[in-house]
Structure formats: structure tokens, C-alpha cells
């Protein structure tokens, strides 16, 4: 079943955590926030319940957290103060960004494009080349049609809705997704795309 398909607020409800509530932050967009120190604001898009928004506050960032689920954001709320940091956490639709009165310059997306038909794809890259300002960057973890789950992303449908005059330096690189389907972590194949507001 694609992600899209998914009640959500159901599932951050449930006393089991969803597969891809790991209990921290996906280490492929956290190791890319130790090597290249992101600019304040950042969003984290698609935040669930606010791992890796909280573990870049912890870092001294400004972080705002998006997520369309009321139940993830609840979590994540509770998450940062049982952490002692300060995070922003919204109920936002990302096919609506434009809407979103923030101007990050920096942007982590772990596994919320990826969950988006084509239209919306389309609509939630539309919002963040209207929200985010020139220079900014957008990091994005979306999981590889290699992963052999039935649904997922090539390169190209990735690069794809970044491929207009908007984004310059946009790299596609392998990766990998650690999930958690039952109490055991599992590694799938991923890609991380870069692109750069112009």
C-alpha cells in the first residue's frame, strides 16, 4: 500500500509506532545536517512526531515542524518538551505551503514527497519555490522503487518537480531509509536529492 493511502492520525495514534517512526531522526538527513551546518530558519517537512526537528534544535537551530497529521504533531509536541527544546510544530497541508508564513533557508524532507501523488508533488515543490527564499536548500529522503516495497521514487521522479528555472544544483545520490515494520530496524534503498533555490 503507497503511504498516501495511510490514515495517519490514526497510525501516530496506535500504541505501536508507525514503521517509519524510528525513534530518532533518519541518520542519512541527520549526518547531512553535521557535515553542512543548515541556515536558520529551518523546516522540517513531513516532521511526524518531531524527531529530527528536535534533535536539530538540540543542535541551536530554529526549527519549525510541519506535518498534515493533528496525532503526529501532538506527539511531537510532547516529544520537545519531554526534551526541554523549542521547536514550532504546525498542522500544515504541504500542497499549500504558500499559505505557510515562514521563509526557511533550510529544508529537510524525510519521506514526505515520496508519500504524494504526482499533483501534489507538483503543488508541495510549487510551495516551497514560493516560501523559500534565493540560496536557500532543500534536502529530500525518498524512498527507491529499488526498495522492492511496491511503490517508491527512480532519480528522475524525484528530480523531476525540482527541474524547472526555480532550483539549480540539484544532485540525486543513493541512500538508504532505516524503517521499522516490526521491532527490528531494516535499511531500504533511497535517494537523497540536494537543490538549491535560485
Known sequence: ??????????????????????????????????????????LD????????AIALARMGHRVHGIDASVKGIAVAQRNAVREGVDVQFDVVDATRLDRYDLRPRTVFDSGLLHGLDDAQRRAYVDGLEAICPPDSIVYVLAMSIEAGMGWGMTSHDLEQPFATEAWTDIVVEPALILARPEKEKIRLAAHLLSARRT
Not at 46 to 52: K, P, Q
Open 1 to 42: 500500500m503507497a503511504p498516501d493511502k495511510h490514515d495517519y492520525d490514526q497510525m501516530y495514534a496506535a500504541p505501536t509506532p508507525p514503521p517509519w517512526d524510528i525513534g530518532e531522526p533518519q541518520p542519512e538527513l541527520f549526518a547531512v545536517a553535521e557535515r553542512i551546518p543548515p541556515r536558520d530558519p529551518v
Open 45 to 52: 517537512a513531513g516532521c511526524g512526531t518531531g524527531r529530527l
